[in-house]
Each structure stands twice: as C-alpha cells, then as structure tokens.
T-cell receptor, first 115, second 111 residues
C-alpha cells in the first residue's frame, strides 16, 4: 500500500520551455502533497506544501510564479516549471500524506535537464 | 533554528558487520521522527516513525530507537542489498507538520 506515482521520470527540454510533472497517490487519498528538490549528494529541500483545493504554501526563496503547483484532487498534484532555464535542472520529488500523523510517501522523482 | 544532523556521512561495512547510524536533532517542537531509505535515482522509501523517547521499531535487520535528542538506526549483520542512503527527518508540530531532513548517511556493504 501507500504508492505514489510520479511522471515523467526523466525529461530533457530546451531553455524557455515549460514542463509539467504529475504526482499521484494510487491507493490512498492525499490531503497534503509536498514538492522537493534534490541536488547530487545532498538531502531533500522542501519547495512547497499543497493541500487539496487550496493554494500552495511555498518555502522561503522559492519563486511561486516559477514553480506553479496545482492540487486539484485528493489524488493528484502537479508542478509546472515555467520558462525553464539550465539552473532549474535538478531532481524533483513529490510526496503525499494521508493525514497529519501519517508518514509521507514519496514518488520516484523526475530528473529534469534543461539544455 | 530547527536542525537535523546525521553521522557519519558515509559508512563502509563488510557483510555481517553490525553498526549504527546517528541522527541528532534540535527542534522547537517534535511531532515525530522518520527514517527513510533512498536508492540512487529513486525517491525515499519509508522505514519507521518514532514519536516518543524510549520508543523502538524493528524491521528485518534494522532497528530504530529514539531519545530526546537523537535517534539511532542499528543495522544487524548487514547484507549488500542494505547498501543505500539512509535519511532521517523530523516532523515539526508547527508549520503544517513539514519534514526537515538530515543530510543522510551513505551506507555501503561489501560482500
């Protein structure tokens, strides 16, 4: 149980392109979803927290107009990287949580490379 | 400032050689402490949740313990398939219960 699916797993695109990443909870309803960024050999850095039907809460230093988050249902959240540039290249990971006292379950991440 | 520190950064063991990983934390209010395993190119896989000092959880060769200042992940007689990065994360009582992750311990078990 507690499976989180993230798609796509790998994307390469040109600078200036917008990229959408999907995160789905497959066998539970996620009241809260989280988006992280991870650099090589480093730990996970929280970008934003989203609750179904509400606007996302962004961490300090994360541009909300750059990283658009939509949490339209209890099983789906999307992250759109708008007008991506090479410095946006990274490993993006989502997680989903059924309730406040439940653990976060993670997707397998999306490797984003901007040329 | 809320902080989570893991040690060592990297650990190399021979198969069967037991050891422990440490996670020390300084936070304003602890709701829970989580251990995850992360394989290269994958997302973290949930292992344990600990909520109060003195609590212990076990799963196969892994055992997690918690005190008021730190947590240990004990690995008994490890196998090569236990090689991975082990992440510790603290869940705050405030700020929507977000997780603060440590830097991780990269474990390598040689046959």
């Amino acid at each position: 149980g507690a499976v989180v699916s993230q798609h796509p797993s790998w994307v390469i695109c040109k600078s200036g392109t917008s990229v959408k990443i999907e995160c789905r909870s497959l066998d539970f309803q996620a009241t809260t979803m989280f988006w992280y960024r991870q650099f090589p050999k480093q730990s996970l850095m929280l970008m934003a927290t989203s609750n179904e039907g509400s606007k996302a809460t962004y961490e300090q230093g994360v541009e909300k107009d750059k990283f658009l988050i939509n949490h339209a249902s209890l099983t789906l959240s999307t992250l759109t990287v708008t007008s991506a540039h090479p410095e946006d290249s990274s490993f993006y990971i989502c997680s989903a949580r059924e309730g406040a006292n439940q653990p976060q379950h993670f997707g397998d991440g999306t490797r984003l490379s901007i040329l | 400032e809320d902080q989570v520190t893991q040690s060592p950064e990297a650990l190399r063991l021979q198969e069967g050689e037991s050891s422990s990983l440490n996670c020390s934390y300084t936070v304003s209010g602890l709701r829970g402490l989580f251990w995850y395993r992360q394989d290269p190119g994958k997302g973290p896989e949930f292992l344990f949740t600990l909520y109060s000092a003195g609590e212990e959880k076990e799963k196969e060769r892994l055992k997690a313990t918690l005190t008021k200042k730190e947590s240990f992940l004990h690995i008994t007689a490890p196998k090569p398939e236990d090689s991975a990065t082990y992440l510790c994360a603290v869940q705050l009582k405030s700020q929507g219960g977000k997780l603060i992750f440590g830097q991780g311990t990269e474990l390598s078990v040689k046959p």
